[in-house]
């Protein structure tokens, strides 16, 4: 999980857990549509999967680490960038969170980004680009405000 995230659902672990089911080894946040990675699948992000399943899948992070940033298929190959083809290859799949703007809009935070599952319900939100900027940012302060909030104000 990324250091610039926060989870807005009260029992998320839960929520993810109960995805799980079947073929499903993995629910997690999926990059939007603009990004050049692999879409309409789970990524590292923020994730839960079956360790059995996953390892059976034969997924290694550090194998991928020499060809982090290099390009397959046109595609930038980032952290788990193998998921889909080592997991969908092995008969398994993932459900995954959808990238929204909506918590980011009612709370006029101007970065960052929050994910939902079909139902619409906010997950987490994430700030975004945590290790390129201080924590002190105003963006970054008006997102924690905006956390504490929704936190404070028993939305979660």
Not at 112 to 129: C, K, M, N, P, Q
Request: net charge negative; aromatic share 14%; with cysteine.
């Amino acid at each position: 999980t990324d250091v610039d995230i926060a989870f807005l659902k009260v029992h998320w672990d839960l929520t993810l857990e109960s995805c799980l089911e079947d073929n499903i080894i993995i629910v997690g946040s999926c990059f939007p549509h603009r990004y050049r990675k692999y879409i309409g699948f789970p990524n590292v992000f923020v994730c839960m999967f079956k360790n059995a399943e996953f390892v059976e899948c034969g997924v290694r992070f550090q194998e991928e680490v020499d060809l982090l940033g290099s390009k397959k298929d046109g595609l930038i190959q980032d952290t788990g960038w193998s998921l889909p083809e080592k997991i969908q290859g092995a008969g398994y799949d993932g459900c995954c969170m959808h990238y929204t703007k909506d918590f980011h809009k009612k709370y006029k935070v101007p970065s960052g980004e929050a994910y939902a599952l079909e139902d619409g319900e906010w997950i987490f939100t994430h700030v975004g680009r945590g290790t390129r900027r201080n924590f002190s940012r105003a963006e970054v302060q008006t997102w924690k405000r905006a956390v504490e909030d929704w936190i404070h104000n028993g939305y979660a």
